[in-house]
């Protein structure tokens, strides 16, 4: 039996680059056209969804927190480390979900590094709210690329069963 075809990174490279370019598209909307400017700064949209500025300055869930300059360009150094690290991943898997979800956590660290080097901090504006109750941090495009990039990890992991390869002697 023939050996299954490699399925080529490109399509993770390409969702890495969709993903980084709206994540950058959507903080310059919300900067630029919309004004939210300021931080702290909240423009109700829905019911359940609001503008927000939030500056972030660690990583996920403010661990991490980037202080001073120095402490600002070791989380970006560390970052970028993770983002080669993901990079390689990818050109390296042969499964086509995974190449997906690995290009989702690349594209949404490349636009927070981005955020990082050019501001100091990483700019979360989404806010989704059921009254009073939050159940996520502010977060941006980028933010959601990761998580659910990241989720669908965990879950191929867990729940996908490779097929055995064939043994091609025995063929």
């Not at 056209?33 to 972030?56: A, K, W």
């Not at 499964?95 to 594209?107: F, P, T």
Request: proline share 4%.
């Amino acid at each position: 039996m023939a050996e299954p075809v490699r399925a080529h990174p490109r399509i993770g490279m390409a969702i890495a680059a969709a993903l980084f370019l709206a994540d950058q598209f959507t903080k310059w909307l919300v900067a630029g056209p919309i004004g939210l400017v300021e931080e702290g700064r909240t423009i109700d949209l829905l019911p359940f969804f609001d503008l927000t500025r939030v500056h972030n300055h660690g990583i996920s869930l403010g661990l991490l927190t980037a202080s001073s300059s120095s402490s600002r360009w070791l989380l970006v150094a560390f970052t970028v480390g993770i983002a080669l690290v993901v990079a390689w991943w990818m050109w390296r898997e042969e499964k086509r979900g995974d190449q997906i979800a690995l290009g989702m956590v690349l594209g949404g660290a490349l636009g927070n590094i981005v955020d990082r080097s050019r501001l100091g901090y990483v700019f979360d504006f989404a806010d989704f709210h059921v009254g009073g109750f939050r159940p996520f941090l502010v977060f941006n495009v980028a933010d959601a690329a990761i998580s659910i990039g990241v989720a669908i990890l965990i879950l191929r992991a867990f729940l996908v069963k490779d097929r055995p390869k064939e043994n091609i002697e025995n063929a």
